[in-house]
Structures are given as C-alpha cells and as structure tokens.
C-alpha cells in the first residue's frame, strides 16, 4: 500500500521540477514541458527503472542539443535555442514507452522484472520494446547533435556521396559511433538499476550484461533506419536564399534527396515503432 500511495506522490514531485526546469532553460516549450511532465510520471510512477530510462535520454540529449549551438544555427535551418521540444517530439520520443511501461506494470504488479523468456515472454519482448524505444531516440538524437558538429563530410546512406551538413539521410563515422554509444548508455543504466530493483536467479542476473551491446546495436540500427527513412521518404533540398539545406520544396529550392511523404516527426515516430519492435523480438529470443 505504501508503494502504491509514496511512488506516484514522488514521481509528481520529481516529474514537475525537472519539467519546470527544462521549460525555464528552453529545452522544452510550454507543451512539451506540460506532455513531459504526464508522461515522466507515468513512468517513474510505475518503475523507477523505466523513469531512469527516460531521464538518461532527456538530460543526455538536452545536454547534447546545446552544444555547439552557434556551429548548428548556421547549419539547422529549423534550429530551436536549446531545442526546444513540443508536446508532439515529446510524445514521439516517450508516448509508445509509456504506454508499453503502464502495460507491464499491470501485468507485473508493481514488482521490477528481469528479462526471462522462462518466466514470462510477453513482460520480456514488452520490455524490450521499452529499452529499444530509448536506445533508438537517444542513439539518433546523439548521432544527430555529435554528427552535424563533426568536421567529416556526410554521406547520403542510400548512395554514399557526399552531402551538405543538414541533409535528411546523410551519415558520418563519429555519427554512427555517437548512436552506438548513445543505446549502450540506455543499456547500461537498465542494467545497472536491475541489479537493485529485480530479485532474480544469479544466472539470469548476470544474463542481463547482455543487454549492453543489444542496445548498442538498437542504438545504432535505429539510427539507421531513421537516416534511410530520412533520404528516401523526407524531402531535403539547399535554399539559395537562406544558403541552408530545408525540409520543404520551393521556387528557391534545389532538391538533394527524398520525397515529401514523411516530415522529421514522421521519421523519428516510424523509426522507434520499428526499433522498438525488433529489440522486443530480440530480447524474446536472447532472453
């Protein structure tokens, strides 16, 4: 009963100073701080684990945003001080974890579970939704932000030439190693908080270790995904006005790549539904 009173009560209180913050340094507008502050209390309401994940994300990728701002002003033709993230990016990036975090705690009453197919298949492949979800937005948004400050040349992911910083598709070395390294800080943290929250068998315990280098690939792997989404489904193309690469066609527009089918938002939603989904089929059959 204490559990069920003292958690919610903590993760509102947590949950409204971190939004109040981050509305106050511009990382979030009004409705994004509003939709954070709903949804990180979802999650540290129902596992503090899950709160952790969001939180890694958020504070990593804020942090990230800002940055070389003046560098990414001059490249970003929708650049935002400090990022500032809506309700509609801040959903996309936290909405689908929420949602599969409400759905195992009600299956796992209250209890933190480790990911053992032996134990329960659905809890495990629903998890694994939860850690792919934020290995994919923390492994693109770092491979994004390190990415376009990398002095490397991008190359378009679908024929390797080279493109202008800014273009939707195009990849670098540092930016592929940012989003590996972004899902295994996703990874680390579930499996480092695992060992104070879960009571488990040692050999399942230590079985978690493997969760490191799968977020690592799902980091990566959505990073990817999102780039090919990004070149062949989202329009790129260089103003000559404004001298920056644009997402939207236009008299004063050369197009690079892409079709105009699916916006950033578009993008980044269809990339964590896929990653989210084949972490969860792979944490089924590692686990």
Not at 51 to 66: E, I, N, P, R, Y
Not at 116 to 128: E, F, P, Q, R, V
Not at 270 to 278: E, G, M
Request: charged content about 15%; glycine content about 10%.
């Amino acid at each position: 009963m204490e559990t069920i009173l003292i958690q919610p009560l903590i993760a509102a209180l947590i949950s409204s100073l971190i939004a109040i913050r981050a509305y106050r340094r511009k990382s979030l507008d009004l409705s994004g701080a509003l939709a954070g502050f709903i949804v990180m209390t979802l999650h540290i309401a129902v596992g503090y684990r899950y709160g952790a994940l969001l939180l890694v994300f958020f504070f990593s990728s804020s942090k990230l945003t800002k940055v070389g701002e003046e560098k990414k002003r001059r490249v970003d033709a929708d650049f935002k001080e400090g990022g500032q993230r809506n309700w509609i990016q801040v959903l996309i990036n936290s909405g689908i974890a929420t949602i599969l975090a409400v759905i195992v705690w009600k299956l796992a009453r209250w209890q933190d579970k480790c990911l053992d197919s032996k134990d329960s298949s659905l809890i495990t492949s629903l998890i694994g939704g939860i850690i792919g979800h934020y290995c994919c937005c923390n492994g693109d948004t770092w491979s994004s932000e390190i990415g376009v400050l990398s002095e490397a040349q991008p190359r378009l992911i679908t024929t390797f030439k080279p493109v202008r910083k800014g273009t939707n598709g195009g990849v670098t070395q540092a930016g592929l190693l940012a989003a590996a390294a972004g899902g295994s800080v996703i990874g680390l943290t579930f499996v480092v908080l695992g060992f104070l929250t879960t009571k488990c068998t040692y050999d399942v315990a230590v079985k978690q270790l493997l969760v490191i280098p799968l977020s690592a690939m799902a980091g990566l792997g959505g990073s990817l995904i999102d780039s090919l989404l990004g070149a062949t489904l989202q329009f790129s193309g260089f103003c000559t006005v404004r001298n920056k690469v644009v997402g939207k066609p236009g008299p004063t527009v050369k197009k690079i790549s892409g079709l105009s089918i699916l916006d950033n938002n578009g993008v980044n939603l269809v990339s964590v539904l896929l990653t989210s989904l084949l972490t969860s089929i792979a944490c089924t059959y590692i686990f």
